[in-house]
């Protein structure tokens, strides 16, 4: 998980630079749009990758599956740093930067489902939050090593090198990191749940058609408090530190140096909430967590507009509430599983 990230966080931690690198025009404001627009897209595929290494997971497992998303993740982030800028091949450039972000989405969504599967199915019960948290902890983790890099080169080249070539760097370092974890996966053992359903026979063909005829409510439940989740983290970790640079002329190295401290909190408290999760249950967290970020996201953007009087810069910070608002009611609705087993129905 922490390997995807890095990969994945890269992109985002140099989204002003993509800008100037891969699309035309003179307005930054209207690249970094670009940027992020290219940025976005590999969330509109996550979804399909999660349903199709999802479904290869279900049938063969979740080892191949964890195995075959690290190498795509990785020829796909050295192929953003092997790319030609716009200058040189011109709407190819934007064009091939949009596939390779694509083939980064369907890697993560692969990659969250095959290692929530994972651990999940490995944790003993009562101790479901404290080994997932890792997962949370690592994917922090993971967007820090990326964050981590981009702040180190931003600070020990010089502007015209790092906008240069210097940034590219990042991106093919997951070449050497991705055959790492290759190695890794490839020596993992098979889950004891999965090993005991190929056992039994009873593997699903179909496991997307049966998990939405059979839990539509709790596919439901999920994709409302993952999509609270994932606007905010990537609104505070990736848009802001880039709207930072852009709008307020914060230099590039004291914006993601902001990023990675509050990556770094999330590191160590994830762990620590999920082991408390086990002993007073989910819903209390969930719903403290949800009705936190209604508190704070609007009131970071605002700090943000005090600074600057013109434009409307804060409309991001108004879909994460929205999005906030629906998961807190989703999370005051959901029922408790702490301390149901995991096969439970």
Do not use: K
């Amino acid at each position: 998980m922490s390997q995807a990230l890095h990969d994945f966080a890269v992109y985002g931690a140099f989204a002003t630079v993509i800008a100037t690198t891969f699309f035309p025009g003179s307005d930054p404001s209207a690249r970094l749009l670009a940027s992020f627009a290219v940025f976005a897209t590999a969330f509109l595929v996550r979804p399909f990758g999660a349903l199709l290494f999802g479904r290869l997971g279900d049938r063969v497992g979740r080892r191949p599956v964890l195995a075959t998303v690290i190498v795509v993740m990785a020829v796909a982030t050295a192929g953003i740093g092997l790319l030609p800028s716009y200058a040189t091949i011109g709407m190819l450039a934007p064009l091939l930067l949009t596939l390779l972000r694509s083939a980064q989405g369907l890697s993560v969504g692969g990659e969250s489902s095959g290692a929530t599967a994972f651990v999940v199915e490995y944790a003993p019960e009562g101790r479901r939050g404290w080994y997932g948290a890792w997962l949370w902890a690592t994917l922090a983790f993971g967007v820090a090593c990326g964050i981590g890099v981009a702040v180190l080169l931003a600070r020990v080249l010089t502007r015209a090198t790092l906008e240069g070539w210097g940034w590219r760097l990042a991106f093919l370092v997951t070449l050497p990191l991705g055959l790492v974890g290759l190695y890794l996966r490839r020596r993992l053992d098979e889950t004891p749940r999965f090993r005991a359903v190929q056992r039994a026979q009873v593997v699903v063909r179909r496991p997307v058609a049966e998990a939405v005829r059979g839990y539509p409510g709790r596919l439901l439940t999920g994709l409302a408090l993952v999509a609270a989740l994932a606007l905010t983290f990537n609104l505070f970790f990736f848009y802001l530190p880039s709207y930072l640079v852009t709008a307020l002329a914060v230099p590039l190295p004291r914006a993601l140096a902001a990023s990675l401290a509050g990556l770094a909190l999330v590191a160590i408290a994830a762990p620590f909430l999920g082991r408390l999760s086990d002993r007073v249950g989910r819903r209390p967290l969930l719903v403290a967590g949800t009705l936190a970020l209604l508190v704070v996201t609007l009131p970071a953007f605002l700090a943000t507009l005090l600074v600057r009087r013109t434009g409307n810069p804060v409309t991001p910070a108004f879909y994460a509430v929205a999005v906030a608002v629906v998961a807190v009611v989703v999370a005051l609705l959901t029922r408790e599983t702490a301390f149901r087993p995991l096969d439970t129905d």
